[in-house]
């Protein structure tokens, strides 16, 4: 989310990107009777120009899913980014 900051633009009715986190998740999915969610990065993805930042982003966010499914293994899967479009 960081990485972000004021590239996107104005998003959806509040403005800004929303708040998450595995927690947060996790209360949603128990009220609503689900015992595993896969995790992904959606639009814009992790290239803004630039290759090298793309490759550390997208390595951030397979750091960062990795760590969810060994803090949550039953909980959590992810699909991992790829940076796009220097694969």
Known sequence: MQALGERIGHQGLFGSTPTWTPQISLEVMDRNGIDCAIVSIS??????????????????????????????PTRFGFFATLPLPDV
Do not use: H, I, T
């Open 43 to 72: 639009a814009p993805g992790v290239w803004f120009g630039d290759a090298q930042e793309s490759d550390r982003l997208a390595k951030d966010c397979n750091d960062y899913g990795a760590r969810m499914k060994a803090d949550f």
